[in-house]
Nanobody, 121 residues
Framework: QGQLVESGGGLVQPGGSLRLSCAAS????????MRWYRQAPGKQRELVAT???????NYADSVKGRFTISRDNAKNTVYLQMNNLKPEDTAVYYC???????????????WGLGTQVTVSS
């Protein structure tokens, strides 16, 4: 209950596109802000994009104009559409929800296991 499962990663050539998905499982009644992070080898985890419960979005400067975050509240799912991918986008991508309610129980700072995105020719 309240686990996050990412999908959609893979190998893509520079300039290509991928769409990541992250679904929260179980009897989810409320979901607050949803985020995508990424971590490249040897680097710290960085925030890529945020979408609030009200639909406001924010992006890291490095992905603005190329990535789009969206959410489907009926499916408790967050998406990350990634276009014009660059080799420097190569990383493990993680979704995060700062708080969600499973029936009557709140869970905080929930993370998925990550999905690998590799951009290479």
């Amino acid at each position: 209950q309240g686990q996050l499962v990412e999908s959609g990663g893979g190998l893509v050539q520079p300039g290509g596109s991928l769409r990541l998905s992250c679904a929260a499982s179980g009897s989810i009644f409320e979901v607050n802000d949803m985020r995508w992070y990424r971590q490249a080898p040897g680097k710290q985890r960085e925030l890529v994009a945020t979408i609030t419960s009200g639909g406001t979005t924010n992006y890291a400067d490095s992905v603005k104009g190329r990535f789009t975050i969206s959410r489907d509240n009926a499916k408790n799912t967050v998406y990350l559409q990634m276009n014009n991918l660059k080799p420097e986008d190569t990383a493990v991508y993680y979704c995060n929800i700062d708080k969600l309610r499973v029936v009557w129980t709140w869970k905080y700072d929930v993370w998925g296991l990550g999905t690998q995105v590799t951009v290479s020719s």
